[in-house]
């Protein structure tokens, strides 16, 4: 009987000590400066993964490494910045002569951007969400030779959120992070300004 | 209990059903399979047809037929793109449906038949074995497991290079660091995080020697103008677009223009919608700050009686003046530093943060270094008769971080922060050698003697070469790498005050005489130079592929900044000016000797 | 010329205002962008209140109610809910590297759903057993339903592979606590199932994973599960356990094959053969060895440490630039692209990644110290005498799932 006792006073014990760490371990998390509750931090409520446009150097992988097919980065157009110019260097290629729609002249492969005349000399150009790809070749065209209106971004409908973003891992500039739920785009305009 | 169904024929039934989503599991499985290796070998989008007639295509880009081709292709392309990604996801679906079922089959089929559970002959002392067995197997695994990590550890064993303060320079970085690049800090990303909803405020950066305050990312800092000769103080501006045609006296695209109340010889400096200049005379010192949209004195600060001030004012010629010394900022505080030594930092509203008084300076023609930023530290050339210094103070409060002696004679030249890609190093110019240190711990990295005189000229840097010019003394192209070396020498046209500006291959020299030279960079050769025959103090500034240079009578003369001699035109002030023009917000702003002109497209 | 000059040496441009915005004078509206966000804060919670109410509701079945027929289905709600819906994301395995994260590296705060995904299956389990292993992870429902033909190890390749869940939970805090990758979600194999897309390596992963699954049950939690090692602890000691019996055990035998992961305990009343004295010489010898496996691993963890910190992006990046390394003949890749327009020097990046290899250097070793604790403590465990009359469940490794239940006779009244 008194090795049951003993036992169970050892299980007890034990049992305590493990309780002990949980508590500890939560305690930390919470209460710690920069911890999940009494924070003013923006960052301690729900978070989501973004592109930050000034740091992608449009290498490609945002449209292979997503978990979804198609992923869930898209080109998205802030149209404030867009000079609505006749020759956009996002959807002709460079050295395009007769400035048309045919397919052997524009950048994107999925023919996803459409170009459309709004007055002389400007041309309205849209995204179809669900053809891109986020391949980024518009993107890097956009920002080489025009005003860097087409930027890629994380759409969050069709983000699943993962614990870690897998484009997020394997992008070489790092321009992926966290961003708050709450405002969770970081699209770039004029200046300092955002979309 | 009587069941609808025997239950032979229940199991008979489910055993079929089994068999058939079994087999049709492994259909899909091959299917998707299938799908996946041959997109896996032939990427839709990018098929070397394809590749093959667009190469065709920029050779007769009028072919109609080739057009046609191409079109056709791509509009097959993209069909079979997203056909197979439709196959893979419906393939999946079905796959799963499948394999769902099967087990629904499996499972009820095992709920059905009746189980007898048995008893198995078992030997109580087979717990002794079987703990042998396992105890032995536990060890094997420890084993295997520290010698696998060893042999791994073996294999992979590789060092880093270049631990920090080590001589080893890569001379692979010293190539092609072209300064026109202008993305920020890349960062680990699984704890990357922006901290706060206004994105472009500047990020904190702890563990950097040398200080733990905030200080802007080179990107912020390229997109603004906040020390002389631009933002790494080389000559090199990051702005687009800008203005090349403009009349000060009509007043054609100058945007606002006003007269600064106190002279200076000191550049202006901007930082988003602010401009900064001071003005000193024998009593007054102030720093001013104009909107840079309507040129409107926002504030003015009144510097003349700081604590340590001296009560003598420094002996300085008419062409120095008080105020030679461009200001700096962090776009937190601004900087000033007068020919008397005195130094303050403001912030953005004019309020002084802290003063200093560095010691009345014994310069013959008055301090005219310019101030200069790395992170949060504020660096000082401070070289004066019979002591030289350089020295960095904390932004923040003005402690100082760290200071070196300096060899060298009096100079009037300032700092040039210069990233090589491998490490940042901080050059300054004076008799008789160029040196580098380390901005951050103020360490010397290395010296070569090549300049004499009195140094007017700062350096020039591109490509992991630095150039230094002075008059009397000689054009000096210096390579870097662990032990630099001259790679040549010039010295037909020396200029003795405005400094030389390089980009890519390509160095420009403008004497004070009014010559502007072009040298290929790595071999000394000059590509053409052209006689302005109008002197010339200010630094010439390379910017949106122009070289623009400002000729004491007020005239800006503006080249294309390529080895073939382009003139893109030529700009006149309607006011003499000796200052160096500062770029931004698509604008340039031009201090002449009354006024601050601003010029817009 | 200029410009094609530019594209090579710009890698990334940031938006640079070339051309002035339009002043339209047709009345075009410039469009506004439309910027959706995500499923709302509350559904996360909703998603702990659901995790509360199924741990309750199976562990009230369990133990109370001792009914197979309702864990089943729960495990079916189970994959339902948190697998093909939620599918598999946040899940309890993978906030071990949430925790861990937020504990040790800087500037990451870990949500409280994600934390409270943590703690409850942890404290159930102190309380009540593994019932969160039963039903309610949707990755061990899974493996209950397609483990449809069981089979018996032998009891040396369980023990032989049941490091493995040691090795893979240290990993897995130490990558997470450098802030290095999530090592957990990026092997995870059920997450591609629910879905219904991976890549291809993960796909032949999966399917050999579950066609060893069909006749090895459980193959994940056994042999692979981080999560498993401290549910393993918290069960061990906890209040309260199944049983196999609701009453008296009558060593009927009728259990001994019931378990299909050899988690029931035989009773063991003879003494063992070798005799007291050898066994408590072994005990003690083990004990005194102790401190000696703990040294070994630290001192194993340290060796590899440069290897374990190689997975990290930042180190990987340092040593890509060493000279030996960059060729002129080869096409860039964008690390490199990209490091070269970042800003940062390559001395920064080398102090960076000296402090990096440095943190890896002290958590190297507290893993393989924690490794050598756990190899002695299995080694001594393994010499203890167990002294049982009844058949018991093993309060580690049972996962509660109360198929046993149903072979045993005895009725409680």
């Known amino acids: 009987m008194e090795k049951q006792n003993r036992r169970q006073f050892l299980r007890l014990a034990i049992r305590g000590t493990l309780f002990g760490g949980l508590a500890l371990i939560t305690g930390d998390l919470l ?17 989501v993964w973004q592109l930050d446009p000034s740091k992608c150097i449009q290498c490609g992988r945002c449209a292979t490494n997503c978990v979804k097919t198609p992923s869930a980065v898209k080109c998205t157009h802030a149209f404030s910045m867009c000079g609505y110019c006749n020759l956009c260097s996002g959807y002709f290629k460079p050295g395009t002569k007769n400035l048309d729609t045919g397919a052997e002249k524009q950048v994107c492969p999925v023919n996803a951007i459409k170009r459309s005349y709004v007055e002389d000399p400007f041309f309205e150009y849209t995204i179809d969400e669900s053809l891109c790809i986020g391949c980024g070749k518009c993107v890097k065209g956009c920002g080489a030779f025009g005003n860097g209106s087409l930027q890629l971004q994380v759409r969050h409908p069709l983000c699943d959120n993962c614990n870690e973003c897998s484009i997020a891992r394997n992008c070489p500039a790092g321009a992926f992070s966290r961003v708050p739920a709450s405002d969770p785009y970081l699209l ?6 955002r979309v | 209990m009587k069941k609808l169904i025997p239950d032979i024929i229940l199991i008979k039934f489910l055993r079929r059903m089994s068999m058939i989503s079994g087999f049709f599991s492994l259909l899909f499985c091959a299917l998707i399979c299938i799908t996946f290796l041959q997109l896996k070998r032939t990427d839709p989008l990018h098929t070397p047809v394809s590749t093959l007639l667009q190469e065709k295509l920029i050779q007769y880009p009028s072919s109609p037929n080739l057009i046609q081709e191409i079109r056709q292709i791509d509009l097959l392309a993209r069909k079979a793109y997203f056909t197979s990604e439709w196959q893979i ?78 001589g080893n320079v890569p001379e692979l970085f010293s190539r092609s660091r072209d300064s026109l690049q202008i993305n920020p800090v890349a960062q680990s990303p699984a704890a990357s995080i922006i ?25 912020e800092i390229r997109l603004n103008f906040p020390s002389f000769r631009g933002p790494d103080g080389n000559g090199i501006a990051f702005q687009k677009n800008t203005p090349v045609s403009w009349d000060g006296a009509s007043g054609k695209n100058v945007l606002w223009k006003k007269e600064i109340p106190l002279p200076g010889y000191n550049s202006p400096i901007l930082w988003n919608d602010r401009i900064f200049l001071s003005g000193s005379n024998e009593n007054k010192r102030e720093v001013y700050c104009l909107d840079a949209a309507n040129g409107k004195i926002l504030w003015s600060a009144d510097l003349s009686k700081i604590k340590g001030s001296p009560s003598q004012n420094p002996k300085v010629t008419a062409e120095t003046g008080f105020a030679a010394s461009t200001l700096t900022t962090d776009g937190i505080r601004i900087y000033a530093i007068f020919a008397n030594g005195d130094l303050s930092a403001l912030d953005f509203n004019g309020g002084i943060i802290w003063t200093k008084n560095l010691g009345l300076p014994n310069n013959h023609y008055g301090h005219s270094s310019s101030l200069i930023m790395y992170h949060d530290l504020l660096i000082i050339q401070y070289d004066q008769s019979g002591s030289g210094k350089v020295m960095a103070l904390a932004g923040r409060t003005g402690d100082k ?70 008059e009397y003394s000689k054009l000096a192209a210096i390579s870097l790498g662990s032990i630099p070396t001259l790679a040549w020498e010039d010295n037909e046209y020396l200029s003795d005050v405005p400094s030389p500006v390089a980009v890519k291959d390509l160095l420009f020299v403008v004497t004070s005489y009014g010559v502007v030279v072009c040298y290929d960079a790595i071999t000394g050769k000059k590509h053409w130079f052209k006689e302005l025959d109008k002197p010339v103090y200010s630094s010439p500034i390379i910017a949106d592929g122009k070289i623009y240079i400002l000729d004491k009578q007020g005239t800006m003369h503006i080249f294309q900044a390529d080895k073939t001699l382009a003139m893109v035109a030529e700009s006149s002030l309607g006011e003499g000016s000796v200052c160096t023009p500062a770029f931004g917000n698509g604008r340039i702003y031009l201090r002449g000797n009354r006024h601050l002109f601003c010029i817009k497209k | 010329m200029i410009f094609l000059l530019i594209i090579v040496f710009l890698p990334g441009v940031m938006a640079i205002q070339r051309f002035p915005k339009p002043e339209f004078e047709s009345g075009y509206v410039v469009p506004v962008n439309q910027l959706p966000v995500q499923r709302g804060e509350i559904l996360a919670w909703l998603d702990v209140a659901v995790l509360l109410i199924a741990l309750s509701l199976v562990t009230y079945l369990v133990l109370k109610r001792r009914s197979r027929m309702g864990v089943f289905c729960i495990s079916l709600f189970s994959i339902a809910y948190f697998g093909f819906y939620r599918q598999g994301c946040v899940c309890s395995i993978g906030a071990i590297q949430n925790v861990s994260m937020a504990l040790f590296s800087g500037n990451y705060t870990v949500p409280l759903t994600v934390l409270a995904f943590f703690l409850t299956p942890l404290i159930f389990t102190l309380l009540f057993g593994r019932t969160f292993c039963a039903a309610v992870c949707p990755f061990g429902a899974f493996q209950d339903l397609i483990a449809l033909k069981p089979l018996r190890m032998g009891a040396w390749l369980n023990a032989f592979l049941g490091i493995i869940p040691y090795l893979y939970l240290g990993l897995a805090i130490l990558y997470a606590a450098t802030a290095t990758e999530f090592l957990i979600c990026r092997y995870d194999p059920f997450v591609g199932i629910f879905r219904l897309n991976a890549s291809f390596g993960m796909f032949l992963f999966v399917g050999l994973l579950m066609l060893t699954g069909v006749f090895i049950a459980r193959p994940y939690c056994r042999f692979l599960c981080p999560y498993g090692v401290l549910l393993n602890w918290m069960s061990r000691f906890s209040w309260k356990h199944m049983n196999i019996t609701p009453a008296e055990c009558i060593q009927c035998r009728l259990c001994e094959n019931a378990c299909p992961y050899d988690a029931i305990e035989y009773p063991q009343v003879k003494k063992n053969p070798a005799g007291h004295r050898k066994q408590v010489n072994k005990m003690v010898v083990l004990i005194l060895l102790l401190p ?12 590899i440490h440069r290897t374990l910190a190689g997975v990290n992006s930042r180190v990987r990046l340092a040593h890509i630039l060493q000279p030996a390394h960059t060729t002129n003949n080869q096409p860039e890749i964008p690390e490199i692209t990209a490091f070269r327009g970042s800003g940062i020097t390559q001395q920064d990046l080398i102090r960076e990644v000296t402090r990096i290899e440095h943190d890896f250097l002290i958590g190297s070793r507290i893993f393989g110290g924690f490794i050598g604790l756990v190899f002695g403590l299995t080694l001594i465990r393994l010499i203890i005498t167990p002294y049982r009359t009844d058949y018991v469940p093993n309060k580690g490794t049972c996962f509660s799932c109360a198929k046993c239940m149903d072979y045993c006779p005895v009725v409680k009244d």
């Not at chain 1, 209460?31 to 978070?47: A, C, E, Q, V, Y």
């Not at chain 2, 706060?196 to 305050?213: A, C, E, I, V």
């Not at chain 2, 700092?415 to 380390?438: C, F, H, I, K």
Request: charged residues 20%; glycine residues 10%.
């Open chain 1, 31 to 47: 209460f710690r400066k920069g911890g999940s509750l009494f924070n003013n931090n923006i960052m301690s409520g729900p978070t």
């Open chain 1, 188 to 193: 770039k305009g004029f200046g300092k300004d």
């Open chain 2, 89 to 166: 996801r419906t393939g999946s679906y079905l796959l799963l449906a499948s394999l769902l079922i099967l087990i629904i089959c499996l499972k009820s089929i095992e709920l059905i038949t009746p189980r007898i559970p048995s008893i198995q002959v078992s030997e109580q002392g087979e717990l002794w074995n079987m703990r042998k067995v396992q105890f032995r197997w536990v060890l094997i695994a420890g084993i295997a497991l520290v010698s696998i990590s060893l042999t791994l550890a073996f294999f992979t064993h590789r060092m880093l290079n270049g631990i920090p303060n080590e």
């Open chain 2, 195 to 219: 901290s706060d909803t206004s994105r472009n405020k500047l990020r904190s950066d702890s563990g950097k020697p040398g200080g733990d305050d905030e200080y802007p990312t080179q990107q």
């Open chain 2, 401 to 470: 971080k760290w200071e070196t002696s300096r060899n060298v004679k009096v100079s009037w030249s300032s700092p040039v922060l210069v990233n090589t890609g491998y490490r940042t190093e901080l050059l300054l110019s004076a008799e008789p050698y160029v040196a580098s240190y380390d901005p951050a711990t103020g360490k010397e990295l290395w010296k070569l003697d090549c300049i004499s005189g009195e140094v007017g000229p700062s350096v020039a840097y591109a490509n992991g070469k630095v150039f230094s010019v002075n």
């Open chain 3, 292 to 303: 000696i496996f703990i040294f070994g691993g630290v001192w194993t963890g340290g060796k």
